[in-house]
């Protein structure tokens, strides 16, 4: 079986919120896609709930992609303290954070329920599970910790 890479990261070093450049892959054509660990919270020691982080999810697929070129996807880990962000080309962790965090202010400070795409049992497929409010409380607690562009020392993104 291949091996992950994120399954090899020592997840009791980290210092959450932040974001870590996972690997670029290259294509047969020189292509490059991304793939980042946007930490939301300390592994093993907190969880957002599901409803708050699919609320999350659906709102970052949208900010993420007006604030970075290239976003291919952003998807929640199962543990529930982050996401992945895969995207073309290479972004610093630097810019990656910046865009994070601008994209949780938003969220936190400005998104109503209109604002929140495929919420319906048509653009869904667990329509019931979702809680903006939530998503705002996890949003404010993870900015009132800043957002790092270093997992194992803390270098808070302004």
């Avoid at 399954?7 to 070093?13: A, I, N, Q, R, V």
Wanted: aromatic letters at 8%; one cysteine or more; charged letters at 25%.
């Amino acid at each position: 079986m291949a091996k992950v890479e994120s399954f090899t990261l020592d997840h009791t070093k980290v210092k959450a919120p932040y974001v870590r450049l996972i690997t670029v892959e290259k294509g047969q054509k020189g292509d490059e896609i991304s793939n980042y660990d946007l930490r939301l919270v300390q592994p093993n020691v907190n969880a957002i709930p599901t409803a708050g982080l699919h609320t999350i999810e659906h709102l970052l697929a949208g900010l993420l992609r007006d604030r970075l070129d290239g976003v291919i996807d952003c998807s929640p880990f199962g543990c529930r303290t982050g996401f992945h962000l895969i995207t073309w080309g290479r972004h610093s962790t630097t810019e990656v954070a910046k865009a994070l965090k601008s994209s949780l202010e938003e969220i936190a400070y400005h998104t109503e329920w209109k604002d929140v795409q495929g919420t319906t049992i048509e653009s869904c497929g667990n329509y019931r599970d979702h809680s903006l409010f939530s998503a705002k409380e996890w949003s404010k607690k993870i900015l009132s910790e800043g957002i790092s562009d270093d997992p194992f020392k803390r270098n808070v993104v302004d």
